[in-house]
């Protein structure tokens, strides 16, 4: 689409700092905790921001990123028929 803001980003960007960026409150509220978690995670740096001026937000691509990354596999066995 021509005249997108997305199109004015230099290709050299990190994918992960592409699409849509999410306020600490957004973030909050899509991984269901307080807003004091995402604020956690950005100033432990275990989660990508980018700096909007003074303000902070998180690109949804490293939010989704953290939450993969968070993610734990069932374990599944086979169980025995009962004799």
């Known amino acids: 689409m021509?005249?997108?803001p997305a199109d004015a980003l230099?290709?050299?960007l990190p994918e992960c700092a592409r699409g849509r960026l999410l306020?600490?409150?957004e973030a909050?509220?899509?991984?269901?905790t307080s807003v004091r978690f995402?604020?956690?995670l950005?100033?432990?740096r275990?989660?990508?921001?980018?700096?909007?001026?003074?303000n902070v937000r998180i690109p949804e691509a490293a939010l989704e990123a953290?939450?993969?990354?968070?993610?734990?596999?069932?374990i599944t066995t086979r169980r025995r028929k009962a004799a």
């Open 2 to 4: 021509k005249g997108h």
């Open 10 to 12: 230099p290709s050299s």
């Open 23 to 25: 306020t600490a409150q």
């Open 28 to 32: 909050a509220e899509r991984l269901n």
């Open 38 to 40: 995402p604020r956690r």
């Open 42 to 44: 950005i100033e432990e």
């Open 46 to 54: 275990r989660i990508a921001f980018v700096h909007v001026g003074r």
């Open 66 to 74: 953290f939450i993969a990354a968070g993610l734990v596999e069932p």
